[in-house]
Each structure stands twice: as C-alpha cells, then as structure tokens.
C-alpha cells in the first residue's frame, strides 16, 4: 500500500458514519418537499389557466349576446317609430271616424300658491 492510501484511511478512523449518513439525508430531505411544491404549484397555474379560458368563453357569448340585444332594440325603436308615424295615426282616426277639431278652446293652467317652506 501507498503511503497517501494509509493516510486515507487512517482519516476514516473514529468516524461516526451514523452521524454522516443522518446530516446526508437531512440535506436530501428538502427534495421531496420541493417536489410537492412544485407539482401543486403547477396544478395551481394549470387551473388557473382552465378558468381564464371558461371566462373567455363567457364574455364571447356574452358579446353575442349583448350584440342580438342590441339588434332587437333597434328593431323595436324601429318599430315603434312606424306606429307613431304621422300618416298611420291619421289614417286610424279616419277610419274610426274622428275628424279635424272645428275650433280650439286654450284653457290656461290654474295658477298654484307658492308654497312656504319651514
């Protein structure tokens, strides 16, 4: 034998190995903590993403249907529109037999008391 394999082992004398091998898996036990934290944190940003795209998908169809809304509004102010049309009301009066007035009668408004306020 060499002289540096003597000293070698000569090193290894008196060694606690039980000592050793504790402080190893004392410094490795962090490993599987940090696995799990990380698992769950990337199980954490997967549904995060799954919601993101629910949300997306619910504000597109409530695009649509705020757009179809506002189609029917405009169909319906439209609408509207031609029953209060001057024409149509005229003819309606014709034919359930009104007329023009034959003189106009202006009442004014009855004139109110101001009202004293405490």
Same mark, same amino acid.
């Given at each position: 034998m060499s002289r540096n394999s003597r000293a070698g !082992? =000569? +090193?290894l004398v008196?060694? +606690?190995? =039980?000592r050793v091998r504790v402080a !190893?898996?004392?410094r490795r036990a962090w490993l599987p903590v940090a696995l799990v934290g #990380? /698992?769950?944190?990337? @199980?954490? @940003? =997967?549904? @995060?993403r799954l919601e993101i795209l629910r949300m997306r998908y619910a504000v597109g169809d409530a695009t649509v249907e705020v757009? #179809? /809304?506002?189609?029917?509004?405009?169909?319906?102010a439209a609408e509207l529109e031609r029953l209060r049309g001057p024409e149509r009301l005229a003819k309606l009066a014709r034919e359930r037999g009104f007329a023009p007035a034959a003189r106009v009668i202006e009442v004014p #408004?009855?004139?109110? #008391?101001?009202?004293?306020?405490?």
């Open positions: !082992a =000569a +090193d008196g060694v +606690d190995f =039980a !190893a898996r004392r #990380a /698992l769950l944190a990337a @199980l954490g @940003l =997967a549904q @995060l757009e #179809a /809304l506002r189609e029917e509004r405009s169909r319906w #408004a009855p004139r109110t #008391a101001a009202v004293r306020r405490p």
